[in-house]
Protein backbone atom coordinates (compact mmCIF):
# COMPACT_ATOMS: atom_id res chain seq x y z
CA UNK A 1 0.00 0.00 0.00
CA UNK A 2 1.49 3.41 -1.12
CA UNK A 3 2.19 6.10 1.57
CA UNK A 4 0.61 9.35 0.80
CA UNK A 5 3.24 10.67 -0.41
CA UNK A 6 3.52 7.93 -3.11
CA UNK A 7 0.24 8.22 -3.86
CA UNK A 8 0.56 11.29 -4.89
CA UNK A 9 0.19 13.43 -1.25
CA UNK A 10 -3.11 12.01 -0.73
CA UNK A 11 -4.13 9.58 2.09
CA UNK A 12 -7.40 7.46 2.25
CA UNK A 13 -10.60 9.78 2.05
CA UNK A 14 -8.75 12.62 0.32
CA UNK A 15 -9.31 12.09 -3.59
CA UNK A 16 -9.47 15.15 -5.86
CA UNK A 17 -9.35 14.83 -9.35
CA UNK A 18 -9.85 16.37 -12.68
CA UNK A 19 -11.45 14.13 -15.77
CA UNK A 20 -10.45 15.25 -19.33
CA UNK A 21 -12.19 13.90 -22.49
CA UNK A 22 -9.80 11.92 -24.85
CA UNK A 23 -9.02 14.40 -27.89
CA UNK A 24 -5.89 16.15 -29.00
CA UNK A 25 -6.60 19.80 -27.31
CA UNK A 26 -7.01 18.10 -23.61
CA UNK A 27 -3.29 17.94 -23.43
CA UNK A 28 -2.73 21.72 -23.55
CA UNK A 29 -5.17 21.69 -20.61
CA UNK A 30 -3.64 18.78 -18.95
CA UNK A 31 -0.42 21.18 -18.87
CA UNK A 32 -2.48 23.38 -17.20
CA UNK A 33 -3.75 20.50 -14.74
CA UNK A 34 -0.99 18.02 -14.24
CA UNK A 35 1.55 18.71 -11.91
CA UNK A 36 5.16 16.52 -11.22
CA UNK A 37 3.31 14.68 -8.51
CA UNK A 38 0.06 13.72 -10.28
CA UNK A 39 -1.35 10.83 -10.65
CA UNK A 40 -3.06 9.80 -13.79
CA UNK A 41 -4.61 7.57 -15.35
CA UNK A 42 -5.29 6.92 -19.28
CA UNK A 43 -7.54 6.68 -21.55
CA UNK A 44 -7.67 3.77 -23.67
CA UNK A 45 -6.11 5.50 -25.94
CA UNK A 46 -3.22 6.79 -23.68
CA UNK A 47 -4.00 10.74 -23.28
CA UNK A 48 -5.00 11.25 -19.65
CA UNK A 49 -8.55 10.51 -18.45
CA UNK A 50 -8.31 11.27 -14.53
CA UNK A 51 -5.97 12.73 -13.21
CA UNK A 52 -4.99 14.30 -9.31
CA UNK A 53 -4.37 12.69 -5.81
CA UNK A 54 -5.72 9.66 -4.33
CA UNK A 55 -5.21 6.80 -2.76
CA UNK A 56 -4.99 3.76 -4.41
CA UNK A 57 -7.93 2.33 -1.56
CA UNK A 58 -10.29 5.46 -3.11
CA UNK A 59 -10.31 4.23 -6.37
CA UNK A 60 -11.11 1.24 -8.51
CA UNK A 61 -10.58 1.85 -12.31
CA UNK A 62 -10.93 -0.68 -15.58
CA UNK A 63 -10.60 -0.03 -18.97
CA UNK A 64 -11.30 -1.91 -22.00
CA UNK A 65 -11.04 -1.26 -26.00
CA UNK A 66 -13.93 1.36 -25.96
CA UNK A 67 -14.32 2.47 -22.66
CA UNK A 68 -13.13 3.40 -19.06
CA UNK A 69 -15.17 2.96 -15.90
CA UNK A 70 -13.76 4.20 -12.14
CA UNK A 71 -15.27 4.96 -8.61
CA UNK A 72 -13.48 7.01 -6.62
CA UNK A 73 -14.74 6.94 -3.29
CA UNK A 74 -16.16 4.65 -0.56
CA UNK A 75 -17.36 1.61 -3.14
CA UNK A 76 -17.51 -2.17 -2.17
CA UNK A 77 -18.33 -2.95 -5.89
CA UNK A 78 -15.79 -5.59 -7.35
CA UNK A 79 -13.32 -5.17 -10.09
CA UNK A 80 -15.22 -8.11 -11.90
CA UNK A 81 -18.07 -6.76 -11.71
CA UNK A 82 -17.04 -3.01 -13.34
CA UNK A 83 -15.51 -4.41 -16.20
CA UNK A 84 -18.57 -6.24 -16.74
CA UNK A 85 -20.13 -2.85 -16.57
CA UNK A 86 -17.45 -1.41 -18.96
CA UNK A 87 -17.45 -4.29 -21.85
CA UNK A 88 -21.42 -4.05 -22.13
CA UNK A 89 -21.52 -0.07 -22.18
CA UNK A 90 -22.63 1.31 -25.61
CA UNK A 91 -24.32 4.65 -24.04
CA UNK A 92 -23.21 6.30 -21.16
CA UNK A 93 -26.46 7.20 -20.02
CA UNK A 94 -27.03 3.61 -19.71
CA UNK A 95 -25.00 4.30 -16.55
CA UNK A 96 -27.55 6.05 -14.60
CA UNK A 97 -29.22 2.69 -13.57
CA UNK A 98 -25.69 1.47 -12.01
CA UNK A 99 -25.10 4.81 -10.12
CA UNK A 100 -28.95 4.72 -8.82
CA UNK A 101 -28.11 0.64 -6.99
CA UNK A 102 -24.34 0.48 -6.02
CA UNK A 103 -23.75 1.01 -2.44
CA UNK A 104 -21.25 4.07 -0.78
CA UNK A 105 -20.44 7.05 -1.78
CA UNK A 106 -18.33 8.11 -4.60
CA UNK A 107 -17.96 9.97 -7.79
CA UNK A 108 -18.67 7.94 -10.94
CA UNK A 109 -16.59 8.38 -13.82
CA UNK A 110 -16.83 6.90 -17.53
CA UNK A 111 -15.61 7.57 -21.00
CA UNK A 112 -16.84 6.10 -24.06
CA UNK A 113 -15.22 6.14 -27.63
CA UNK A 114 -13.53 9.85 -25.95
CA UNK A 115 -16.53 11.06 -24.60
CA UNK A 116 -16.86 11.31 -20.76
CA UNK A 117 -19.61 11.09 -18.12
CA UNK A 118 -18.85 12.23 -14.08
CA UNK A 119 -21.24 12.56 -11.23
CA UNK A 120 -21.10 12.51 -7.78
CA UNK A 121 -23.76 12.04 -5.17
CA UNK A 122 -27.53 12.91 -5.09
CA UNK A 123 -26.45 14.18 -1.18
CA UNK A 124 -24.36 16.35 -2.32
CA UNK A 125 -21.15 15.04 -0.12
CA UNK A 126 -19.47 14.23 -3.92
CA UNK A 127 -19.75 17.15 -5.91
CA UNK A 128 -19.00 17.85 -9.78
CA UNK A 129 -17.38 21.49 -11.00
CA UNK A 130 -16.90 21.94 -14.78
CA UNK A 131 -14.56 24.82 -16.61
CA UNK A 132 -13.84 25.89 -20.30
CA UNK A 133 -9.50 25.23 -19.86
CA UNK A 134 -7.59 26.47 -22.66
CA UNK A 135 -10.58 25.25 -25.31
CA UNK A 136 -11.94 21.94 -23.79
CA UNK A 137 -14.19 21.65 -21.25
CA UNK A 138 -12.75 20.32 -18.13
CA UNK A 139 -14.32 18.21 -15.23
CA UNK A 140 -12.94 17.94 -11.23
CA UNK A 141 -14.06 16.66 -7.89
CA UNK A 142 -13.60 20.41 -6.46
CA UNK A 143 -13.70 23.65 -7.76
CA UNK A 144 -9.85 24.81 -6.31
CA UNK A 145 -7.96 22.79 -9.66
CA UNK A 146 -10.16 24.08 -12.50
CA UNK A 147 -10.20 28.27 -10.50
CA UNK A 148 -6.06 27.61 -10.47
CA UNK A 149 -6.27 26.55 -13.93
CA UNK A 150 -7.83 29.68 -15.26
CA UNK A 151 -5.86 31.93 -12.80
CA UNK A 152 -9.51 32.53 -11.59
CA UNK A 153 -10.41 34.77 -8.46
CA UNK A 154 -13.52 34.67 -5.90
CA UNK A 155 -16.69 36.18 -7.13
CA UNK A 156 -17.23 38.94 -5.08
CA UNK A 157 -20.79 38.72 -5.44
CA UNK A 158 -21.38 35.33 -5.00
CA UNK A 159 -19.13 36.00 -1.62
CA UNK A 160 -21.64 38.54 -0.36
CA UNK A 161 -24.24 35.82 -0.83
CA UNK A 162 -22.60 33.14 1.43
CA UNK A 163 -23.22 36.19 4.16
CA UNK A 164 -26.71 35.37 4.38
CA UNK A 165 -28.29 33.07 7.11
CA UNK A 166 -28.97 30.52 6.33
CA UNK A 167 -28.45 30.54 2.26
CA UNK A 168 -30.89 29.40 0.15
CA UNK A 169 -31.15 26.66 -2.31
CA UNK A 170 -30.09 26.95 -5.66
CA UNK A 171 -27.85 29.95 -4.20
CA UNK A 172 -25.90 27.79 -1.92
CA UNK A 173 -24.52 25.42 -4.66
CA UNK A 174 -23.30 27.77 -6.79
CA UNK A 175 -19.34 27.82 -7.79
CA UNK A 176 -17.46 31.00 -5.97
CA UNK A 177 -15.20 31.17 -8.28
CA UNK A 178 -15.25 33.03 -11.95
CA UNK A 179 -15.29 30.55 -14.90
CA UNK A 180 -15.80 27.51 -12.67
CA UNK A 181 -19.44 25.90 -12.68
CA UNK A 182 -21.13 23.43 -9.92
CA UNK A 183 -23.32 20.50 -12.00
CA UNK A 184 -26.44 20.19 -9.94
CA UNK A 185 -26.21 16.82 -7.28
CA UNK A 186 -28.97 15.18 -8.81
CA UNK A 187 -27.45 15.52 -12.66
CA UNK A 188 -24.05 13.94 -14.65
CA UNK A 189 -21.88 16.05 -16.94
CA UNK A 190 -21.49 14.63 -20.27
CA UNK A 191 -18.00 16.17 -22.33
CA UNK A 192 -18.30 15.37 -26.44
CA UNK A 193 -15.10 13.76 -26.93
CA UNK A 194 -13.62 16.83 -28.64
CA UNK A 195 -14.02 18.63 -25.72
CA UNK A 196 -15.72 21.65 -27.14
CA UNK A 197 -19.06 20.85 -25.91
CA UNK A 198 -20.66 19.39 -22.81
CA UNK A 199 -24.45 19.16 -21.35
CA UNK A 200 -25.68 17.94 -18.01
CA UNK A 201 -28.81 15.56 -17.68
CA UNK A 202 -30.64 14.56 -14.05
CA UNK A 203 -29.34 10.78 -13.58
CA UNK A 204 -31.34 10.89 -9.94
CA UNK A 205 -34.64 11.89 -8.93
CA UNK A 206 -35.81 11.11 -4.79
CA UNK A 207 -38.55 8.72 -4.04
CA UNK A 208 -41.78 9.30 -3.06
CA UNK A 209 -42.57 9.15 0.41
CA UNK A 210 -45.21 6.43 0.31
CA UNK A 211 -44.15 3.57 1.83
CA UNK A 212 -45.60 2.00 5.42
CA UNK A 213 -43.32 2.14 8.37
CA UNK A 214 -42.92 -1.89 8.63
CA UNK A 215 -41.40 -2.03 4.81
CA UNK A 216 -39.59 1.01 5.02
CA UNK A 217 -37.62 0.13 8.27
CA UNK A 218 -36.90 -2.63 6.27
CA UNK A 219 -34.83 -1.02 3.90
CA UNK A 220 -33.63 1.47 5.89
CA UNK A 221 -31.92 -1.23 8.05
CA UNK A 222 -30.45 -3.36 5.00
CA UNK A 223 -29.44 0.37 3.12
CA UNK A 224 -27.59 1.23 6.45
CA UNK A 225 -26.03 -1.96 7.07
CA UNK A 226 -24.75 -2.00 3.38
CA UNK A 227 -23.84 1.64 4.31
CA UNK A 228 -21.22 0.70 7.73
CA UNK A 229 -20.13 -3.02 5.57
CA UNK A 230 -18.71 -0.95 3.14
CA UNK A 231 -16.35 0.92 5.27
CA UNK A 232 -15.71 -2.14 7.99
CA UNK A 233 -15.64 -5.40 5.28
CA UNK A 234 -12.09 -5.50 5.14
CA UNK A 235 -11.83 -5.92 9.14
CA UNK A 236 -9.27 -4.30 11.00
CA UNK A 237 -10.17 -1.59 13.33
CA UNK A 238 -12.49 1.16 12.84
CA UNK A 239 -13.52 3.93 15.29
CA UNK A 240 -17.01 5.41 15.90
CA UNK A 241 -18.43 7.81 17.68
CA UNK A 242 -20.89 7.06 20.14
CA UNK A 243 -22.48 9.84 21.50
CA UNK A 244 -25.52 8.00 23.35
CA UNK A 245 -27.86 9.31 20.33
CA UNK A 246 -29.71 7.02 18.37
CA UNK A 247 -27.83 7.49 15.25
CA UNK A 248 -24.20 7.27 16.31
CA UNK A 249 -25.09 4.32 18.44
CA UNK A 250 -27.04 2.39 15.55
CA UNK A 251 -23.90 2.84 13.47
CA UNK A 252 -21.71 1.69 16.66
CA UNK A 253 -23.63 -1.77 16.44
CA UNK A 254 -23.45 -2.19 12.83
CA UNK A 255 -20.04 -1.92 12.78
CA UNK A 256 -19.75 -4.18 15.80
CA UNK A 257 -21.48 -6.89 13.82
CA UNK A 258 -18.81 -6.84 10.99
CA UNK A 259 -15.32 -8.41 10.96
CA UNK A 260 -13.74 -4.84 11.68
CA UNK A 261 -12.62 -4.39 15.42
CA UNK A 262 -14.63 -1.27 16.63
CA UNK A 263 -12.91 1.43 19.16
CA UNK A 264 -16.25 3.62 20.47
CA UNK A 265 -14.97 7.35 21.12
CA UNK A 266 -17.08 9.49 23.86
CA UNK A 267 -17.20 13.47 23.74
CA UNK A 268 -18.95 13.64 27.34
CA UNK A 269 -20.66 17.33 27.10
CA UNK A 270 -19.59 20.16 29.63
CA UNK A 271 -23.58 21.05 30.40
CA UNK A 272 -24.08 19.08 33.44
CA UNK A 273 -27.74 18.38 32.09
CA UNK A 274 -26.18 16.66 29.02
CA UNK A 275 -26.97 13.36 29.49
CA UNK A 276 -25.14 12.03 26.71
CA UNK A 277 -22.46 10.20 28.57
CA UNK A 278 -25.63 8.19 30.26
CA UNK A 279 -26.81 6.99 27.28
CA UNK A 280 -22.82 5.90 25.54
CA UNK A 281 -21.69 3.96 28.65
CA UNK A 282 -25.30 2.31 28.64
CA UNK A 283 -24.47 1.18 24.70
CA UNK A 284 -21.30 0.24 25.26
CA UNK A 285 -21.97 -2.37 28.31
CA UNK A 286 -23.89 -3.78 25.36
CA UNK A 287 -20.56 -4.20 23.26
CA UNK A 288 -18.30 -6.43 25.48
CA UNK A 289 -15.67 -6.89 22.42
CA UNK A 290 -15.41 -3.02 21.50
CA UNK A 291 -12.91 -0.58 23.58
CA UNK A 292 -15.17 2.55 24.95
CA UNK A 293 -12.71 5.90 25.25
CA UNK A 294 -14.42 8.52 27.31
CA UNK A 295 -12.15 11.52 26.71
CA UNK A 296 -12.24 13.99 28.85
CA UNK A 297 -15.12 16.86 28.66
CA UNK A 298 -12.82 19.89 29.79
CA UNK A 299 -10.00 18.69 26.87
CA UNK A 300 -12.71 19.19 24.47
CA UNK A 301 -11.87 22.05 22.34
CA UNK A 302 -14.89 24.97 22.31
CA UNK A 303 -16.55 26.39 19.22
CA UNK A 304 -14.77 29.15 17.58
CA UNK A 305 -10.69 27.48 18.55
CA UNK A 306 -8.17 28.27 16.22
CA UNK A 307 -10.03 30.03 13.60
CA UNK A 308 -6.52 32.20 13.04
CA UNK A 309 -4.80 28.98 12.21
CA UNK A 310 -6.96 27.31 9.71
CA UNK A 311 -5.04 26.34 6.77
CA UNK A 312 -7.31 23.35 5.07
CA UNK A 313 -7.61 24.07 1.02
CA UNK A 314 -11.21 24.53 0.94
CA UNK A 315 -12.90 25.32 -2.59
CA UNK A 316 -15.32 27.28 -0.59
CA UNK A 317 -16.43 28.83 2.70
CA UNK A 318 -17.95 26.73 5.11
CA UNK A 319 -19.42 27.33 8.61
CA UNK A 320 -17.81 24.00 8.84
CA UNK A 321 -14.29 25.96 10.61
CA UNK A 322 -16.40 26.66 13.49
CA UNK A 323 -16.42 22.94 15.10
CA UNK A 324 -13.03 22.03 12.84
CA UNK A 325 -11.28 21.77 16.08
CA UNK A 326 -13.79 19.64 18.02
CA UNK A 327 -14.27 17.13 14.60
CA UNK A 328 -10.21 16.34 14.51
CA UNK A 329 -9.04 16.52 17.64
CA UNK A 330 -9.41 12.80 18.93
CA UNK A 331 -8.26 11.73 15.21
CA UNK A 332 -4.70 11.05 16.12
CA UNK A 333 -5.94 9.27 19.22
CA UNK A 334 -7.94 7.06 17.44
CA UNK A 335 -5.42 6.62 14.64
CA UNK A 336 -2.50 5.93 16.88
CA UNK A 337 -5.33 2.65 18.51
CA UNK A 338 -5.37 1.29 15.17
CA UNK A 339 -8.18 2.85 13.94
CA UNK A 340 -8.25 3.00 9.96
CA UNK A 341 -11.52 4.70 9.44
CA UNK A 342 -13.66 7.19 12.17
CA UNK A 343 -17.67 6.73 11.46
CA UNK A 344 -20.46 9.17 12.77
CA UNK A 345 -23.93 9.10 12.59
CA UNK A 346 -23.75 12.61 11.14
CA UNK A 347 -27.17 12.79 8.57
CA UNK A 348 -29.38 10.78 11.26
CA UNK A 349 -31.24 13.74 12.28
CA UNK A 350 -31.53 14.97 8.55
CA UNK A 351 -32.85 11.17 7.14
CA UNK A 352 -34.13 9.15 10.04
CA UNK A 353 -36.39 12.36 11.26
CA UNK A 354 -37.80 15.09 8.75
CA UNK A 355 -39.14 18.17 8.12
CA UNK A 356 -42.37 19.20 9.49
CA UNK A 357 -43.05 21.09 6.31
CA UNK A 358 -44.77 18.27 4.85
CA UNK A 359 -47.94 19.20 6.79
CA UNK A 360 -48.79 22.53 4.56
CA UNK A 361 -49.94 19.71 2.06
CA UNK A 362 -51.50 16.97 4.42
CA UNK A 363 -53.04 20.06 5.75
CA UNK A 364 -54.88 20.23 2.64
CA UNK A 365 -55.47 16.96 1.97
CA UNK A 366 -55.89 14.93 5.60
CA UNK A 367 -56.57 18.15 7.40
CA UNK A 368 -58.06 16.60 10.60
CA UNK A 369 -55.14 14.16 10.74
CA UNK A 370 -52.81 17.28 9.78
CA UNK A 371 -54.82 19.53 12.53
CA UNK A 372 -54.19 17.20 15.41
CA UNK A 373 -50.16 16.77 14.19
CA UNK A 374 -49.78 20.30 14.06
CA UNK A 375 -51.45 20.94 17.65
CA UNK A 376 -48.68 18.46 18.98
CA UNK A 377 -45.76 20.00 17.08
CA UNK A 378 -47.45 23.47 18.16
CA UNK A 379 -46.98 21.95 22.10
CA UNK A 380 -43.44 20.32 21.77
CA UNK A 381 -41.80 23.37 19.71
CA UNK A 382 -43.61 26.25 21.33
CA UNK A 383 -45.00 27.76 18.05
CA UNK A 384 -46.80 30.63 18.70
CA UNK A 385 -50.40 30.54 16.27
CA UNK A 386 -50.23 33.57 14.44
CA UNK A 387 -46.89 32.88 12.72
CA UNK A 388 -47.39 28.86 11.94
CA UNK A 389 -50.66 29.79 10.58
CA UNK A 390 -49.76 32.47 8.27
CA UNK A 391 -47.20 29.99 7.25
CA UNK A 392 -49.69 27.32 6.29
CA UNK A 393 -51.47 29.39 4.51
CA UNK A 394 -49.02 30.60 2.25
CA UNK A 395 -49.33 28.60 -0.81
CA UNK A 396 -46.88 30.92 -3.18
CA UNK A 397 -45.12 28.75 -5.69
CA UNK A 398 -40.76 28.65 -4.79
CA UNK A 399 -39.73 31.35 -6.80
CA UNK A 400 -41.99 33.94 -5.55
CA UNK A 401 -41.60 32.86 -2.36
CA UNK A 402 -37.88 33.43 -3.05
CA UNK A 403 -38.07 36.98 -4.63
CA UNK A 404 -40.22 37.66 -1.37
CA UNK A 405 -36.95 37.20 0.69
CA UNK A 406 -35.05 39.97 -1.02
CA UNK A 407 -37.35 42.67 1.03
CA UNK A 408 -37.01 41.39 4.26
CA UNK A 409 -33.12 40.73 4.66
CA UNK A 410 -32.96 42.72 7.49
CA UNK A 411 -35.89 41.82 9.21
CA UNK A 412 -35.26 40.21 12.81
CA UNK A 413 -34.49 36.84 12.75
CA UNK A 414 -38.03 34.84 11.56
CA UNK A 415 -39.95 32.67 14.28
CA UNK A 416 -39.21 28.78 13.98
CA UNK A 417 -42.58 27.90 12.37
CA UNK A 418 -41.62 30.31 9.58
CA UNK A 419 -39.37 27.65 8.82
CA UNK A 420 -40.66 24.23 9.37
CA UNK A 421 -43.54 24.63 7.81
CA UNK A 422 -42.81 26.51 4.76
CA UNK A 423 -40.21 26.11 1.45
CA UNK A 424 -37.63 26.79 4.67
CA UNK A 425 -36.13 29.52 6.71
CA UNK A 426 -36.46 33.29 5.09
CA UNK A 427 -32.40 34.19 4.69
CA UNK A 428 -31.31 37.09 6.88
CA UNK A 429 -28.67 39.59 6.74
CA UNK A 430 -27.27 41.42 10.16
CA UNK A 431 -26.30 44.87 11.00
CA UNK A 432 -22.33 44.32 10.13
CA UNK A 433 -23.26 43.25 6.13
CA UNK A 434 -22.63 46.54 4.25
CA UNK A 435 -25.47 48.22 2.29
CA UNK A 436 -23.56 47.45 -1.11
CA UNK A 437 -23.32 43.68 -0.18
CA UNK A 438 -26.86 43.47 0.82
CA UNK A 439 -27.99 45.32 -2.77
CA UNK A 440 -25.76 42.63 -3.97
CA UNK A 441 -27.38 39.87 -2.19
CA UNK A 442 -31.31 41.12 -2.84
CA UNK A 443 -29.79 40.97 -7.01
CA UNK A 444 -28.86 37.19 -6.71
CA UNK A 445 -32.48 36.22 -4.77
CA UNK A 446 -34.25 37.76 -7.52
CA UNK A 447 -32.36 37.19 -10.07
CA UNK A 448 -32.46 33.33 -8.95
CA UNK A 449 -36.21 33.55 -8.42
CA UNK A 450 -36.99 34.00 -11.45
CA UNK A 451 -35.84 30.46 -12.75
CA UNK A 452 -35.63 28.22 -9.72
CA UNK A 453 -37.14 25.37 -9.22
CA UNK A 454 -37.68 23.49 -5.72
CA UNK A 455 -36.36 20.55 -4.56
CA UNK A 456 -39.11 18.77 -4.68
CA UNK A 457 -43.02 20.08 -5.00
CA UNK A 458 -44.00 19.06 -1.55
CA UNK A 459 -42.50 22.09 0.80
CA UNK A 460 -41.50 18.79 3.04
CA UNK A 461 -39.37 16.80 0.77
CA UNK A 462 -38.37 20.13 -1.05
CA UNK A 463 -37.14 20.85 3.26
CA UNK A 464 -35.35 17.16 3.36
CA UNK A 465 -33.02 17.76 0.40
CA UNK A 466 -32.17 21.16 1.10
CA UNK A 467 -30.87 20.33 4.86
CA UNK A 468 -29.08 17.19 3.35
CA UNK A 469 -27.47 19.27 1.23
CA UNK A 470 -26.54 21.73 3.28
CA UNK A 471 -25.29 19.47 5.60
CA UNK A 472 -23.06 17.69 3.12
CA UNK A 473 -21.09 20.69 2.19
CA UNK A 474 -20.27 21.01 5.64
CA UNK A 475 -18.78 17.18 6.38
CA UNK A 476 -17.27 17.25 2.76
CA UNK A 477 -15.24 19.97 4.10
CA UNK A 478 -14.37 17.90 7.44
CA UNK A 479 -13.83 14.65 5.11
CA UNK A 480 -11.23 15.98 3.59
CA UNK A 481 -9.63 17.99 6.72
CA UNK A 482 -9.46 14.84 8.55
CA UNK A 483 -8.11 12.91 5.77
CA UNK A 484 -5.30 15.35 6.37
CA UNK A 485 -4.66 14.20 10.01
CA UNK A 486 -3.95 10.59 8.62
CA UNK A 487 -7.34 9.28 9.58
CA UNK A 488 -10.15 9.50 7.07
CA UNK A 489 -14.25 10.10 8.00
CA UNK A 490 -17.13 8.60 6.33
CA UNK A 491 -21.34 9.15 7.84
CA UNK A 492 -22.93 6.34 6.22
CA UNK A 493 -26.73 8.20 6.93
CA UNK A 494 -25.46 10.31 3.51
CA UNK A 495 -25.01 7.75 1.34
CA UNK A 496 -27.63 8.50 -1.62
CA UNK A 497 -29.14 4.45 -0.66
CA UNK A 498 -29.82 5.35 2.54
CA UNK A 499 -31.10 8.93 1.94
CA UNK A 500 -33.49 6.94 -0.93
CA UNK A 501 -34.53 4.17 1.90
CA UNK A 502 -35.58 6.73 4.97
CA UNK A 503 -37.30 9.14 2.10
CA UNK A 504 -39.41 6.85 1.08
CA UNK A 505 -41.58 6.23 4.21
CA UNK A 506 -44.67 8.17 4.19
CA UNK A 507 -44.07 11.20 6.74
CA UNK A 508 -47.18 10.85 8.41
CA UNK A 509 -45.32 7.66 10.12
CA UNK A 510 -41.84 9.37 9.73
CA UNK A 511 -42.47 12.43 11.82
CA UNK A 512 -44.67 12.62 14.78
CA UNK A 513 -44.74 14.78 17.73
CA UNK A 514 -45.24 11.84 19.46
CA UNK A 515 -42.07 9.67 19.20
CA UNK A 516 -38.60 10.33 18.28
CA UNK A 517 -36.92 9.25 15.03
CA UNK A 518 -39.74 6.55 14.96
CA UNK A 519 -38.21 4.87 11.79
CA UNK A 520 -34.47 4.38 12.68
CA UNK A 521 -35.87 2.95 16.30
CA UNK A 522 -38.04 0.28 13.92
CA UNK A 523 -35.14 0.24 11.33
CA UNK A 524 -32.37 -1.25 14.23
CA UNK A 525 -35.14 -3.29 16.42
CA UNK A 526 -32.86 -6.87 17.17
CA UNK A 527 -29.26 -5.22 16.66
CA UNK A 528 -30.06 -1.78 18.66
CA UNK A 529 -31.21 -2.89 22.42
CA UNK A 530 -34.36 -1.46 23.17
CA UNK A 531 -32.77 0.04 26.30
CA UNK A 532 -30.29 1.81 23.99
CA UNK A 533 -33.47 2.77 21.49
CA UNK A 534 -35.41 4.64 24.20
CA UNK A 535 -33.59 7.61 24.49
CA UNK A 536 -36.07 10.22 23.01
CA UNK A 537 -34.05 13.23 22.84
CA UNK A 538 -30.46 14.73 22.02
CA UNK A 539 -27.66 16.71 23.59
CA UNK A 540 -26.89 20.61 22.51
CA UNK A 541 -23.52 21.90 22.74
CA UNK A 542 -24.99 25.54 23.70
CA UNK A 543 -22.57 26.07 26.72
CA UNK A 544 -19.61 24.61 24.19
CA UNK A 545 -20.54 27.59 22.23
CA UNK A 546 -21.42 30.28 24.09
CA UNK A 547 -17.97 29.71 26.44
CA UNK A 548 -16.38 29.70 23.35
CA UNK A 549 -16.77 33.11 21.93
CA UNK A 550 -16.43 34.14 25.40
CA UNK A 551 -12.91 32.76 25.70
CA UNK A 552 -11.85 32.96 22.00
CA UNK A 553 -13.12 36.30 21.66
CA UNK A 554 -9.25 38.16 21.37
CA UNK A 555 -9.11 35.26 18.31
CA UNK A 556 -12.51 37.35 16.85
CA UNK A 557 -10.64 40.66 17.18
CA UNK A 558 -7.88 39.80 15.54
CA UNK A 559 -9.87 38.28 12.16
CA UNK A 560 -12.15 41.59 12.38
CA UNK A 561 -8.58 43.90 12.49
CA UNK A 562 -7.08 42.49 9.28
CA UNK A 563 -10.76 41.36 7.05
CA UNK A 564 -10.46 40.53 3.73
CA UNK A 565 -14.24 41.01 3.77
CA UNK A 566 -14.08 44.38 4.61
CA UNK A 567 -11.26 45.24 2.24
CA UNK A 568 -13.65 43.92 -0.46
CA UNK A 569 -16.84 46.26 1.43
CA UNK A 570 -18.50 43.28 2.16
CA UNK A 571 -18.53 43.58 5.83
CA UNK A 572 -18.14 46.96 8.76
CA UNK A 573 -15.31 45.33 10.27
CA UNK A 574 -15.48 47.75 13.40
CA UNK A 575 -19.09 47.09 13.78
CA UNK A 576 -17.40 43.10 14.37
CA UNK A 577 -15.32 43.97 16.18
CA UNK A 578 -17.70 45.58 19.14
CA UNK A 579 -19.66 42.97 18.90
CA UNK A 580 -16.49 40.46 19.19
CA UNK A 581 -15.61 42.36 22.70
CA UNK A 582 -19.15 41.68 23.62
CA UNK A 583 -19.63 37.99 23.37
CA UNK A 584 -23.02 38.14 25.60
CA UNK A 585 -24.59 40.36 23.29
CA UNK A 586 -28.36 39.39 22.45
CA UNK A 587 -28.87 37.57 19.40
CA UNK A 588 -24.88 35.80 19.20
CA UNK A 589 -26.55 32.54 20.90
CA UNK A 590 -28.58 31.97 17.58
CA UNK A 591 -24.96 31.34 15.90
CA UNK A 592 -25.93 34.33 13.35
CA UNK A 593 -22.27 34.83 13.16
CA UNK A 594 -21.09 31.57 11.59
CA UNK A 595 -21.40 32.34 7.73
CA UNK A 596 -19.68 35.64 8.35
CA UNK A 597 -16.94 34.08 10.18
CA UNK A 598 -17.16 31.16 7.40
CA UNK A 599 -16.52 33.80 4.85
CA UNK A 600 -13.67 35.62 6.82
CA UNK A 601 -11.59 32.07 7.36
CA UNK A 602 -12.06 31.03 3.88
CA UNK A 603 -10.70 34.55 2.82
CA UNK A 604 -7.66 33.88 5.11
CA UNK A 605 -7.04 30.20 3.82
CA UNK A 606 -6.71 31.77 -0.10
CA UNK A 607 -3.69 34.66 1.46
CA UNK A 608 -0.62 33.80 -0.40
CA UNK A 609 1.87 31.67 2.23
CA UNK A 610 -1.66 29.85 3.57
Same mark, same amino acid.
Given at each position: MPTPREAGGAGPGAARFVVLPDCEDALAAARSLIRRDTRIIPHPSGRPWIAGHWHDQDVIAVRTRRAALAAVGCCPVRREELR????????????????? %????? !????????????????????????? @???DGVEVAASDAGPLARALGSAPDEEELAVRLLWPVPHPLFTTSLWRGVTAVPAEQALYVSRDGRSARCSRWWTPPE?? #????????????????????? %???????SCDLSGGLDSTSVCFLAAASPARVVASTW????????????????? #????????????????PLVYTDLLGIDDPMDEPTIGVMDRARVLHHLPDLARRGSTVHLTGIGGDHVAWCSEGYYHRLLRTRPWFALRRLRGFRTLYQWPLGP?????????????????????????????????????????? !??????????????????????AEPLHPDRGLHQDLEQIRICTRIVRQWDLMAARTGLPMASPFFDDRVIEACLAVDPR????????????????????????????????????????LREHRGDLVKLWE???????????????????? #????????? @????????????????????
Open positions: RQADGLRDLTALDRLAR %TLPGS !FHLVAALDGAVRVQGTASGLRLVFR @ATVPV #RSMAGGAQLVRRALTEAVAAR %THRGGVVPGRDPADSDLYWARRAA #RHLPEAEHVVWDADESAARTLADSRPYGRWLAGTAARLRDPLPPGAAGALGWGTPPRL !FDWVTPEAADAVRRALRSAAGTERVTPWAYKPLLGAAMHGIVPDACLARTDKAHASMDASNGDSHLARLGLVDARALTDLAR #RPSAPGLTE @AILYSTIGCEVWLRTLAPGR
